[in-house]
């Protein structure tokens, strides 16, 4: 089974911008899909942005073109980079990995903390 380890977050003030990074243990080609998710403080998880292993990318309405998801499949790796950062993006940012029909895979987080 494929680890994901995300790296990245941090202290960041408002307005500045981070890229959180996924390294997978395996060949994300292996995947149909890579995702970023984010959990903030007393609030659901939430999906935020998508991947296919074609470079197809999807987004959610929240982000409001502000994210950006890439990958990088010589490296196994997943990026998320996020431009003015607010403090409502602050959140633990899930690295999510999905293949047909039943396979869903997990990081354990990196916490992303927007604040002055």
């Known amino acids: 089974q494929v680890q994901l380890v995300e790296s990245g977050g941090g202290l960041v003030q408002p307005g500045g911008s981070l890229r959180l990074s996924c390294a997978a243990s395996?060949?994300?080609?292996?995947?149909?899909?890579m995702h970023w998710y984010r959990q903030a403080p007393g609030k659901e998880r939430e999906w935020v942005a998508g991947?296919?292993?074609?470079?197809?990318?999807n987004y959610a309405d929240s982000t409001k073109g502000r994210f950006t998801i890439s990958r990088d499949n010589a490296k196994n790796m997943v990026y998320l980079g996020i431009n003015s950062l607010k403090p409502e993006d602050t959140a633990v940012y899930y690295c999510n990995a999905w293949r047909s029909p039943n396979y869903n895979y997990w990081g354990q987080g990196t916490q992303v903390t927007v604040s002055s």
């Open positions: 395996g060949s994300i080609l292996s995947f149909n899909t």
């Open positions: 991947i296919t292993s074609g470079g197809s990318t």
